[in-house]
């Protein structure tokens, strides 16, 4: 007999973008971090951590940081959910919403792979529905695939295309269930589905901490719903998701909201600088919304490409599926950064 449910004897986990192997230097442009540093506002509130703040719990709602999100965004304090990362929140969703083949999870593909293990876990059936050729929105499959929740990342990952607002209208409009929009890269994008939230009563917004705020090693995210859809939601979450160090430093970070903006901006210059880079040695690159770009090689040799760089001290994650045959996903890294990538590239040829 297995020590586990059939479920998890049956799933393959999620396997994140490797870590460099201690003590060795690498330019790690695998798992679209920040290549710029947090906000010294928030380097200087891990200061205010006293003896006092660790030994006692957190506060379970997070109430300052969710203060500083209303202030920051203009949604009420009330309207904002807390997790250990953007990832704590879909797994809450998917805990308190899916089950079985009753309540499926939907989502268009290629997408964020975790949508799958998170369904896998609960267990949960999942609808995976391909995007249109130029990444259209299938909204009439998506729609008809009945979901209790249907997961739409918005920059989309890996393919870096944003869905129109019309679009996520009409999905809000048309299913029964839960829309959750997940905007993690929404800090290099163009606009936010957020408006929509006040629309209908199934969207939740997810964001994250983790890319525009440089803040990936404190495991930071929020959604934005209204307070009866995050009702539900409320009774699923672990009581101290977020620990103090986070409610501190999460705080600051989202107060200095000029700070985000400006290192946003140097990623979204250097990420056309990277494509016209790319595209002159022979890539197919389309255009990205996230930081974060997704290039084919010329001579359909993706993965060989990797593993060179990688020998060469680059990390970069390849794919290569359904949707995404042969392929790299860089994340913009410094100026300084992408010329080393853009060197090797060169040399490999
Ligand atoms: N959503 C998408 C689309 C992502 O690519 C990521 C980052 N891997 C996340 C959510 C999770 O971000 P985090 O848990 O760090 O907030």
Same mark, same amino acid.
């Given at each position: ?71 920051? #965004? ?6 904002? #959910?807390?997790? *250990?990362? $953007?990832?704590?929140?879909? %797994? ?32 949960? &059936? ?6 249109? &050729? ?21 920059? %989309? $990952? ?9 679009? @996520? ?22 606009? $936010?589905?957020?408006? @929509?939230?006040? &629309?209908?009563? *199934? ?38 998701? /977020?620990?103090?160090?986070? /409610? ?14 400006? *290192? ?15 595209? %002159? ?25 990797? @593993? ?42």
């Amino acid at each position: 007999m297995s020590y586990f449910r059939p479920a998890i004897d049956a799933m393959t986990g999620y396997v994140p973008g490797e870590q460099p192997k201690s003590g060795i230097k690498v330019i790690k442009l695998n798992t679209n971090e920040n290549p710029y540093p947090p906000s010294p506002k928030a380097i200087a509130a891990l200061q205010t951590i006293d003896s006092d703040s660790l030994r006692r719990y957190p506060d379970p709602f997070a109430h300052e940081f969710c203060q500083a999100v209303s202030e920051a #965004i203009g949604v009420p304090k009330d309207w904002v #959910i807390v997790g *250990n990362g $953007s990832d704590d929140v879909l %797994n809450i969703l998917i805990r308190a919403c899916a089950e079985g083949r009753d309540r499926k999870v939907v989502y268009p593909m290629p997408t964020y792979v975790l949508y799958r293990t998170l369904a896998a876990m609960q267990p949960s &059936e999942t609808v995976e529905v391909p995007y249109g &050729e130029n990444f259209e929105l299938p909204i009439e499959q998506l729609v008809a695939a009945n979901g209790a929740v249907t997961f739409i990342a918005s920059p %989309n $990952s890996p393919s870096g295309h944003s869905v129109s607002l019309e679009d @996520l209208r009409k999905l809000a409009q048309q299913v029964s269930g839960i829309v959750a929009i997940d905007e993690a890269y929404v800090d290099f994008a163009e606009y $936010s589905a957020l408006p @929509l939230v006040q &629309e209908f009563d *199934n969207v939740i917004v997810l964001r994250t901490l983790s890319k525009g705020y440089s803040l990936a090693g404190l495991r930071l995210g929020f959604g934005i719903a209204n307070p009866k859809l995050l009702s539900g939601l409320f009774k699923v979450k672990d009581s101290y998701n /977020i620990d103090a160090v986070a /409610i501190a430093v999460g705080t600051a970070a989202m107060r200095d909201q000029e700070y985000k903006n400006a *290192n946003a901006n140097k990623v979204k210059t250097s990420r056309s600088r990277l494509i016209h880079d790319l595209k %002159n040695i022979g890539y197919t690159v389309p255009r990205s919304y996230g930081n974060f770009v997704l290039a084919t090689p010329p001579k359909g040799n993706a993965e060989e490409i990797y @593993l060179k760089l990688k020998e060469s001290g680059i990390l970069v994650r390849y794919f290569n599926q359904a949707g995404l045959a042969d392929k790299l996903r860089i994340t913009v890294g410094t100026d300084e950064q992408n010329q080393a990538l853009y060197d090797q590239l060169t040399l490999i040829g």
